[in-house]
């Protein structure tokens, strides 16, 4: 995660590139996250690179009552749905999801899907680590286990259809 930057008297800059980036990586189940920015200290923003392997498991449709999330296609193709709006994106193309819309994604193509996904404030690379040691068990994940981690950092699955 990272931590860094050089401090003016009006503002903080923070200056990405391969010697200050500290990355962490998590796997969830077949999704891997990799962390590049933590905002969650401060209430910040947060970016993250995921990487969805077709067919996967993703997590249900859900909603974040204190953060907009917006996605950013790198490579392969990623179906989005935000509300009642489903789309196919493929590289350089993006979604947003405002606070409290149901949002969700899948890959059901035939290569590797990879993006940059950005939240503010940032929900942070804590949540991701405790969805993982629920879904990196061994067999079906515990759904109420699932809930109780969302419902910890503001997400709400949203109600069956």
Same mark, same amino acid.
């Given at each position: 995660m990272l931590h860094c930057g050089r401090t003016t008297s009006q503002r903080h800059i923070v200056i990405l590139d391969s010697t200050t980036m500290n990355?962490?990586?998590?796997l969830a189940g077949q999704l891997r996250i990799r962390y590049l920015i933590d905002g969650s200290h401060n209430g910040g923003l947060g970016m993250f690179e995921l990487t969805v &392997? &077709? !067919? *996967?498991? =993703? &997590?249900p449709p859900h909603s974040h009552t204190h953060n907009e999330e917006i996605v950013y296609v790198l490579e392969g193709t990623l179906r989005y749905t935000v509300d009642s709006e489903s789309r196919d994106l493929t590289p350089g193309q993006t979604m947003r999801t405002p606070k409290g819309s149901v949002h969700g994604f899948s890959n &059901?193509? !035939?290569l590797v899907a990879k993006a940059l996904?950005?939240?503010a404030p940032d929900i942070g690379a804590a949540y991701f680590e405790d969805v993982a040691a629920v879904v990196n068990t061994g067999g079906p994940p515990d759904k109420a286990a699932l809930a *109780? =981690?969302?419902s910890r950092y503001g997400l709400v699955p949203a109600a069956p259809k």
């Amino acid at each position: 995660m990272l931590h860094c930057g050089r401090t003016t008297s009006q503002r903080h800059i923070v200056i990405l590139d391969s010697t200050t980036m500290n990355a962490h990586d998590i796997l969830a189940g077949q999704l891997r996250i990799r962390y590049l920015i933590d905002g969650s200290h401060n209430g910040g923003l947060g970016m993250f690179e995921l990487t969805v &392997p &077709p !067919g *996967s498991n =993703v &997590p249900p449709p859900h909603s974040h009552t204190h953060n907009e999330e917006i996605v950013y296609v790198l490579e392969g193709t990623l179906r989005y749905t935000v509300d009642s709006e489903s789309r196919d994106l493929t590289p350089g193309q993006t979604m947003r999801t405002p606070k409290g819309s149901v949002h969700g994604f899948s890959n &059901p193509f !035939g290569l590797v899907a990879k993006a940059l996904i950005t939240l503010a404030p940032d929900i942070g690379a804590a949540y991701f680590e405790d969805v993982a040691a629920v879904v990196n068990t061994g067999g079906p994940p515990d759904k109420a286990a699932l809930a *109780s =981690v969302m419902s910890r950092y503001g997400l709400v699955p949203a109600a069956p259809k």
